[in-house]
C-alpha cells in the first residue's frame, strides 16, 4: 500500500491544488457537504465577518482540506526523515525540544490543521510519543495507519477507556504524549465549554491530563504561509491550564489561538456543534 501512495503523490502537489481551484471556480465545490458544514461552523465561529468574507474563507478552507489530504498520502508514502522536509518554518521549536530534553514529560496538543499525519511524522522525528488512535473504518487502511503511527518504537493505543488510562500513565512516567482535543467526544465524556463563544460538547482528556499531572503542554499545528509553504506554529499554554476553576476553558481558548493563525488551514468540516445543549441542530439543513 506505501508503494500505492508513492505512486500516486507522484503528481505534483501543484496540479492538485491547480485542479481543485479550477473545481471551485466552475462553483461546484457548493454542492459539497464539505463545503457546507464548513460555511456553517464559519459563520458560527465568525459571526463578525461579512457574507462574502464569510464564504471566500469557506471556499479556501475547501481547498485546503483537499490539498492537506494528499499531503497526508505524502507523508504515509515517506520515510520520517523525507516527511519532514515538507516543513519550511518551525516557530519556537525550542519549546519541544527544551521540554523533552528535560524528559519531564510533555503533552503536545495538536490541532486537526492540514494533516495530523504530517505533523505526527514531524513530532515523531524529534521524539518518541504515545498518542490516541481512532480507529479508520476500512479495516485495511486502519491497520496500515496504525503501523504508521507507530514507526520507530512509537506507542498507539485506541480511544477508549484502556487508551486513556495508558496515556495517562505514560505522561505520568514522564513521556510525550501527542493529543487531539477538538473533536467532538463521545456522549458522557465530555463537557459543555465555551469554543468561539459559544457552548460546545467538548473533551476535557488534555485539561485534566495537564491539570491533575502539572506536566508542561505546548500547543502545535500545521499553517500554510507565503507561496503555500508549509511550517509549524508551536504555542506555550495558558497559565490558567493549571487552574482548577479554568483549566478546561483554557484549551478551547488555546485553540482558538491557533485556529486564528489562519483560519483557512482549520478543518471545520467536522460537527463541532452538533451537540447544543439547547437541542438545536445548527446542521439540520446542510
Known sequence: MKLLFYLITLIPISFIRSAVNFYT?????????????????????FPEYKDNEKTLLAKQSFIETIVSGFE?????ARPIHISGKKIFRI???????????????????????????????????????????????????????RKQREENNNE??????????KIFKALKENKVVCLAPDQVPQRGMGEYIKFFNHDA????????????????????????FENNKL??????????????????????QSIEDLIKINPKDYSWE?????????GIDPYENT
Not at 232 to 243: A, G, Q, T, V
Open 25 to 45: 471556480k466552475l462553483g461546484l465545490h457548493r454542492n459539497s457537504s464539505v463545503y457546507k458544514l464548513t460555511l456553517c461552523n464559519i459563520k458560527i465561529c
Open 72 to 76: 497526508t498520502l505524502q507523508s504515509w
Open 91 to 145: 516557530e519556537n521549536n525550542y519549546l519541544i525540544s527544551h521540554n523533552v530534553n528535560k524528559k519531564n514529560g510533555l503533552a503536545i496538543i495538536a490541532i486537526h490543521n492540514r494533516s495530523v499525519d504530517m505533523l505526527l511524522k514531524w513530532i515523531n522525528s524529534k521524539t518518541n510519543t504515545t498518542t490516541l488512535y481512532k480507529k479508520v473504518k476500512i479495516k485495511f487502511l486502519d491497520k496500515f495507519v
Open 156 to 165: 498507539v493505543y485506541e480511544t477508549n477507556i484502556s487508551g486513556v488510562r
Open 201 to 224: 460538547y467538548t473533551t476535557t482528556l488534555a485539561a485534566s491530563m495537564v491539570y491533575k499531572t502539572r506536566k508542561p503542554a505546548v500547543f502545535i499545528c500545521i499553517n500554510s
Open 231 to 252: 511550517g509549524i506554529s508551536i504555542r506555550p499554554s495558558k497559565n490558567n491550564i493549571y487552574d482548577d476553576s479554568e483549566h478546561k476553558l483554557s484549551i478551547n
Open 270 to 278: 467536522y460537527k463541532r456543534f452538533r451537540r447544543s445543549p439547547s
